[in-house]
């Protein structure tokens, strides 16, 4: 039973009472000399100045109650019993006679106050009070009990009285030893044993807190407030305490559920006790805000902390420190809704209140700094958010101890910004002091400690150091485990790190299933419509698109984007990331109008929310362009790539990878417009800016190293593109699984130069290392499995095995059709590939057939100007030409002549191909003088394009040659022809299919001009090369020995020239049985 309810109607009354002189009795009796008593005891001073205010009060609670009862127990234990007798004793001298306690009742009180109604009230209430409290015993024993019992056999006596009896009754209490105020002190004492037991559950719960024992932390809060609800029964404002601490917990926890129940039992009680204006309340408000926030309920959020901050505007002066505390709030609110400059706004309002009432060296002023260097490193702008966070850590390195936390966090702070500028070892540096500062101020398995390994992690991970990445994010996994509950966000966040190495490293199964676990925290954790879900189906989803299963892709994608929509303002930073993601998967279909859709939605978004030269809009700027280079429309790829570049030379330091990123792709659109030159040199200033920012294996550096294999694959120099090529291999194996799939691309890159080359066994090998890779690390409809099929049929295309060729060919389509939309350019591609094969076969209208299919998805996918619509008119050409039908030969040839002539540069090879094309079909026409005007057309364009020794050029001066030769001028013939054979002995390997062609037409020269022992040595060569080519070209071998009979029977050697006539029969008839 509560003792406070028991005078509560009691000290309501008193305050009606007290005459002056009931007044100096109580100071007597606490000392004649009051000041010096208060001097000496500042308990008993503090205990009369409480009596004293509750005393004058209009109204007393339950509340005011329990604080006089602790003043009239603090009055009790000062020696009161003593100064009582002296009282009496001074009475007794001034009246000349001793007084008791009972005479000092009977006194009368000159000014009666208490109405008559209230007396028979006052009388029983009084009464009351002896009853709950006394002891077992019938008898009375103490002052008061006898003083009543009198009162009720004395109805005659003057109603005045009563109030001196209820006075001195109380002063009574408080300073006699009598059985009442002993049954009074032993609750009292017991109820104080409780509360202070309660308050030391709640500074244990404090303490493990702190050291991050949340489960611990709770229970000790959880068994102080079963004791303060047995103590309390009415609300209290430990109460308010007690919940608030609970809250927090639950907070920090991620159960914002459970917090937010414990705050508004909180925010409920102090509405009952305190004015709705006080400033406690508004402390409530935020603690909701800050829970809303955190569930991503941005608005929910704003309206506590706006009801915060009219509490505290209307009662508070401008400079208190708490208003600083709510504008840090909301402005911590506004950034986590993208609304960077309106957080900078009220981050510095909260600075200039710290800056007026806090001296120059107060933590809380890092703080701030803090807060506002990460708004600017968040718009992009470094050197303004370094010089923030070195202020914050200037006054923290004066106010704080060496190991203090807060340092710590700094030092993580800058190591972020350094790292988000691209200056890894600068970011490792102050990542790892804020490590060494957190081993020595807090526990190994502190959350913060846990923050650092991922922070290190993250820079590992952009510096592509995967395994090292992975090491620091399982140990802060480890932390959180430990720590945390398994449904708690951080512990999230550690799992969506893991999963973005593991996607990094291509171990897409591995990635899926960690970003899996991370939805399965959040659905639990957060609210259905949280931004950090979306996130997590916006991850799901980009992983499915490296899977090739698009439509998955685009379904988790889509849900990321409902759900952003919901949370977030329309021009938040997220949706921009949503929209952006939706158009690479958009592209990677080939459906450019909707990429390119969603990329202006994410760049309208992004306009409105950062600066115009901030680094998020260089980013959407690459992916605009990169459309336009898939769509053909190399200016305008061009246009938006250079405006990327120049947002990032302007926001970047000159040696940001980013930089190089940009350098990287107009290198490829260079190469894609047959600039080579411009290729090279962009991609060599790529390298440049990345061994200086990057280790010299990271994945980006050989990324730049393939590209420029790419190049000189392109222009013919084979061993500086293989060179380049297996720098990039060595890279890749250091740094990547076996099963990575950039792996894959370079395995695949150096079989395509093997080919080139003529080397296809090697080719083979190197491209089926490909397939084993990707068999491994994708899903089977993989695309890029398809592409390998593809490359695999072309290889053995060109040596000659046809069936094989169609067998992987129709493999690569099969995949092609599950994977991608049926007018997909790779669907397109595989029709393509398939027409070549028929079209070696000579099986002219089932090549036409694939050609055409491949032609029809081309153009309905990409425009009618587009130069692979141009490429496939060659292909058709090349059929009706071969099928005689030179007419329709030619309109082909021309379209696609059209399409190039507006689309690509005049030193495009595209455009040689077709100038050679035609000059062939003149030359089948025996139009030779518009053959030979065709051909150097194509040579000319070849010599823009590619170096002079390129095995490009030595087809053209063969064909040139074979133009002389059909004219009959056989010297000329043999000039270009050995012109062709200087070229390709300095480019292909000595067994290369194109050199027995070229020795072949050297020998016929030979022959017609007389020079049969020439024309030998030439055959002889050919034949070198024919005879090892596997499966061998019987019919080839048999019109070479044919010629080779001829010339030996020219020069008289019959024997051999019959032995080499044996050797043609032999082959043709080889010949007729494969055709069989």
């Known amino acids: 039973m509560a003792v406070s309810f028991e005078y509560e109607v009691v000290l309501a009354k008193i305050q009606c009472l007290l005459s002056d002189s009931d007044r100096e009795r109580l100071y007597f009796l606490l000392d004649n000399d009051i000041q010096e008593t208060f001097r000496k005891n500042y308990a008993i001073s503090k205990a009369f100045h409480v009596l004293d205010f509750f005393l004058q009060k209009s109204t007393i609670n339950n509340q005011d109650c329990d604080l006089i009862i602790e003043a009239f127990m603090a009055i009790h234990s000062h020696d009161t019993v003593k100064r009582l007798k002296e009282y009496q004793t001074n009475q007794a001298n001034g009246n000349q006679q001793a007084v008791s306690i009972e005479q000092i009742l009977s006194q009368n009180n000159e000014n009666p106050t208490v109405p008559d109604q209230f007396l028979p009230r006052i009388n029983t209430e009084f009464s009351s009070l002896f009853l709950h409290t006394s002891t077992n015993s019938t008898t009375p024993t103490n002052t008061f009990d006898l003083v009543s019992n009198k009162k009720q056999g004395n109805t005659n006596q003057p109603r005045r009285k009563i109030c001196q009896r209820i006075l001195i009754g109380i002063i009574v209490l408080s300073v006699t030893s009598l059985p009442l105020v002993i049954v009074v002190s032993q609750r009292y004492i017991e109820r104080i044993s409780k509360l202070r037991q309660a ?485 060599n200033k790529a390298l440049e800016i990345q061994r200086k920012a990057l280790t010299p294996k990271h994945p980006n ?149 694939n050609y055409e299919r491949a032609l029809e998805i081309v153009q309905k996918v990409l425009s009618n100007s587009h130069p692979n619509v141009a490429k496939i008119y060659n292909h058709i050409g090349l059929v009706y030409s071969d099928m005689g039908e030179r007419s329709r030969a030619l309109e082909n040839y021309e379209k696609a002549l059209e399409i190039q002539e507006k689309t690509l540069p005049t030193s495009h090879l595209d455009l040689a191909t077709t100038y050679g094309n035609i000059g062939s079909l003149y030359s089948d026409m025996g139009q030779y003088s518009r053959a030979l005007e065709y051909y150097n057309k194509a040579l000319k364009t070849k010599q823009r394009a590619l170096p002079p020794i390129h095995p490009s050029l030595g087809i053209s001066y063969n064909n040139i040659a074979s133009v002389y030769y059909d004219l009959g001028e056989y010297y000329r013939a043999l000039e270009n022809y050995k012109k062709a054979l200087e070229i390709q002995e300095k480019t292909l390997s000595a067994s290369h299919p194109d050199l027995a062609i070229t020795f072949n037409n050297i020998a016929s020269a030979y022959m017609d001009i007389g020079e049969h022992s020439g024309a030998l040595e030439n055959f002889h060569k050919a034949v070198e090369i024919e005879e090892k080519v596997v499966p061998p070209n019987y019919g080839s071998l048999a019109r070479v020995y044919n010629k080779m009979r001829v010339a030996y029977e020219n020069l008289g050697k019959n024997k051999l020239s019959e032995e080499y006539h044996e050797k043609a029969m032999e082959m043709e008839r080889k010949s007729k049985l494969v055709k069989a």
């Open 199 to 683: 308050s030391r559950l709640i500074n244990t719960g404090w303490n493990y807190y702190m050291a991050t024992e949340y489960s611990k932390a709770l229970q000790s809060y959880k068994n102080a407030l079963w004791i303060q609800m047995k103590i309390f029964s009415q609300p209290h404002s430990d109460l308010t305490t007690t919940y608030n601490r609970i809250g927090l917990v639950y907070h920090d926890l991620g159960n914002y559920p459970k917090a937010l129940e414990s705050y508004h039992k909180a925010l409920e009680i102090q509405i009952k006790v305190l004015p709705l204006s006080h400033p406690s309340i508004a402390t409530i408000y935020n603690s909701i805000g800050l829970v809303y926030s955190d569930m991503g309920e941005h608005s929910r959020a704003l309206e506590n902390y706006e009801k915060a901050l009219e509490i505290q505007e209307k009662t508070l002066p401008t400079s208190h420190l708490d208003l600083a505390t709510t504008y840090g709030n909301i402005g911590s609110l506004y950034s986590d809704m993208g609304q960077y400059s309106r957080a900078l706004e009220y981050y510095n309002k909260a600075l200039e209140i710290e800056y007026k009432v806090l001296p120059p060296i107060h933590p809380s002023l890092g703080i701030s700094y803090n807060n506002i260097a990460s708004m600017y490193n968040n718009l992009g702008e470094h050197p303004r958010s370094l010089e923030n966070y070195k202020k914050a850590l200037d006054i923290q390195e004066k106010a704080l101890p060496a190991s203090h936390p807060d340092l710590a966090t700094t030092y993580s702070n800058i190591g972020s910004v350094y790292s988000s500028a691209g200056q890894y070892l600068r970011a490792l540096e102050n990542y790892n002091k804020a490590l060494e500062i957190q081993h020595k101020a807090l526990p190994s398995n502190h959350p913060s400690v846990g923050a650092s390994h991922n922070g290190i992690g993250l820079v590992h991970s952009r510096m592509g150091n995967y395994s090292a990445a992975l090491e620091s994010y399982e140990k802060a996994l480890v932390i959180r485990q430990k720590t945390l509950p398994w449904n708690h966000p951080d512990l999230a966040t550690t799992y969506n790190n893991i999963a973005a190495v593991r996607y990094k490293m291509g171990e897409h199964s591995r990635a899926l299933e960690s970003y899996k676990k991370v939805l399965e925290i959040q659905n639990k954790a957060l609210t259905p419509n949280h931004p950090s879900i979306a996130r997590s189906y916006n991850n799901i989803g980009l992983v499915y698109l490296d899977m090739g299963e698009h439509v998955r892709a685009l379904e988790n994608l889509n849900k990321g984007l409902a759900i952003f929509k919901k949370a977030l303002p329309p021009n938040h930073p997220s949706l921009t990331a949503s929209y952006s993601s939706l158009g690479v998967v958009y592209s990677d279909m080939s459906e450019y109008s909707k990429a390119l859709e969603n990329y202006h939605k994410a760049l309208r978004v992004e306009q409105k929310t950062v600066p115009h030269n901030h680094l998020s809009l260089a980013s959407i700027y690459h992916n605009v362009a990169s459309i336009y280079s898939d769509l053909g429309e190399y200016s305008k790829a061009l246009e938006n790539y250079n405006r990327a570049r120049v947002f990032q030379q302007k926001a970047l330091p000159p040696s940001h990878p980013d930089l190089a990123i940009t350098y990287s792709n107009i290198a490829a659109l260079n190469f894609k417009m047959g600039q080579h030159s411009s290729a090279l040199e962009n991609y």
């Open 701 to 849: 550096v050989g990324v730049t190293y393939n590209g420029i294999g790419l190049v000189y694959s392109r222009m013919g120099n084979y061993s500086a593109a293989l060179e380049n090529y297996e720098k990039a291999l060595l890279i890749k194996q250091k740094t990547l699984p076996w099963n990575h799939p950039d792996l894959a691309t370079t395995y695949s890159n150096i079989a395509a130069v093997r080919h080139k080359m003529g080397e296809h066994s090697r080719a083979l090998e190197s491209y089926k290392k490909v397939l084993e890779i990707q068999n491994k690390a994708l899903t089977p409809n993989h695309p890029s499995i398809a592409r390998s099929y593809n490359n695999i049929g072309l290889v053995y295309s060109d040596m000659g095995e046809h069936v094989r060729a169609l067998e992987n060919l129709n493999k690569g389509l099969a995949i092609f059709k599950k994977a991608l939309p049926l007018n997909h350019p790779d669907v397109a591609a595989s029709y393509n590939s398939i027409g070549s094969v028929y079209y070696k076969m000579d099986e002219r209208s089932r090549a036409l057939e």
